[in-house]
């Protein structure tokens, strides 16, 4: 019988597997709070002096490398680092310079907002062997930004991103589609200008309302609605796959379930697993594309045993949209690759299949 194959990887780029050490700095450097934003709630902590901080992640981050051997990545989030006091950043800085030169810190990382960064700002941050910038960009849509009260035009976002890859600095970008103002056609603008600045890393966090916060006031005066859960899904899990085609790993979506967080979210999109369903999803959609591009039968598909969880999705979610292409769980067969295989059959055209299709550059 006439048929072929086709290998495949995981559409997923390689991301570091290093374990992050984060380091909370709620709200410090801010120069006034958002108004989605409830840093202390979310991560259960106000933020303590600089030296002590210091001296924790020190004693920490030491003592587990001198058990295990093991280097972490430390991160300073929750706050506008760069807006810091500047003794502060310095503090907090020797000592993540010097973790990195004893050996037991790889990679440093700090977040900050876009009209936090300058040339010299960038310096400094070199100067203590800083690796990476994430900036809380949150959307490149002037209107979204206007209405969210950010305080930064999308051209100031590209600008602070385009300054810290000039001064060889990796980028990181956050975004948070679901701001007032915002829809599914700003969010896509917004992933293609992202994609365009291929960052190192990219976090989508879909905006919450959390309790006292100014958001929390417009959505009950109707005037602010979140995005729905299933929305979310949908434009989030498409999201992946565009970044990951442009081989942009998504380090992040939604919120950890830290502090008191849950008692805070009074509406939104907010799904414990949101990161893992939207892999699940985008692998479906990979799969799928590459299946509507073949006019031929799948006689059986090999998953790789650690990407089975992804391939069917949450609690089985993505099997109904197999078997619309005619793969029930009987085509479908666990093992130990790396990688994924189709093994089909031409329903017509045999000569223009022969090869397979190659995975391709689809839009979303
Ligand atoms: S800059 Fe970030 S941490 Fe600071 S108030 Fe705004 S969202 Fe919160």
């Known amino acids: 019988m006439n ?12 991301r570091s597997r290093i ?11 801010c120069p006034y709070r958002c108004i989605y934003c409830s840093q202390q709630k979310q991560t259960g902590k106000a933020m303590a002096p600089s030296k002590l901080i210091a001296q924790e992640l020190h004693a920490s981050i030491s003592a587990g490398f001198a058990k295990k051997g093991k280097q972490v990545s430390l991160g300073f989030f929750g706050g506008t680092f760069t807006a810091m006091p500047a003794e502060d950043q310095r503090i907090l800085l020797d000592t993540a310079r010097h973790l990195k ?13 876009p009209d936090c960064i300058d040339e010299g700002t960038v310096e400094f941050l070199k100067d203590y062997q800083v690796d990476m910038v994430e900036l809380g960009i949150q959307s490149f849509d002037d209107r979204v930004l206007s209405l969210s009260g950010r305080g930064y035009t999308g051209r100031q976002a590209h600008m602070a991103a385009a300054n810290i890859q000039k ?6 970008i956050q975004l948070m589609p679901g701001l007032p103002g915002s829809n599914t056609s700003t969010f896509i603008r917004d992933i293609e200008i992202t994609a365009s600045l291929k960052p190192a890393g990219v976090r989508i966090y879909p905006c919450l309302v959390l309790r006292n916060t100014p958001l929390a006031l417009l959505w009950s005066r109707q005037t602010y609605q979140p995005w729905s859960l299933d929305k ?3 434009v989030v899990s498409h999201a992946f796959l565009r970044l990951w085609r442009m081989d942009i790993p998504v380090i992040r979506a939604g919120l950890a379930p830290e502090g008191a967080l849950l008692q805070q979210i009074t509406a939104g999109p907010w799904h414990p697993a949101l990161g893992s369903l939207c892999r699940g999803r985008a692998l479906a959609y990979y799969v799928l594309n590459l299946l509507d591009r073949m006019d031929a039968r799948i006689r059986r598909i090999y998953v790789p045993h650690k990407y ?6 949450h609690r089985k979610e993505n099997a109904p949209l197999y078997l619309k292409k005619g793969i029930g769980i ?3 067969e666990i093992w130990q690759s790396h990688l994924f295989r189709l093994v089909w059959q031409p329903v017509s055209f045999p000569s223009s299949q022969a090869a397979g299709p190659a995975p391709g550059k689809q839009s979303w």
């Open 330 to 332: 009987e085509q479908v």
């Open 3 to 14: 048929s072929g194959q086709l290998t495949f990887r995981h559409p997923e780029p390689e």
């Open 19 to 29: 374990s992050l050490y984060p380091v909370f700095i709620p709200f410090a450097g």
């Open 232 to 234: 979310t899904l949908s």
């Open 101 to 113: 030169e004893i050996g037991a810190v790889e990679h440093i990382r700090c977040s900050t907002r």
């Open 308 to 313: 089975q969880g992804d391939f069917w999705g």
């Open 167 to 172: 001064h060889r600095l990796e980028l990181g």
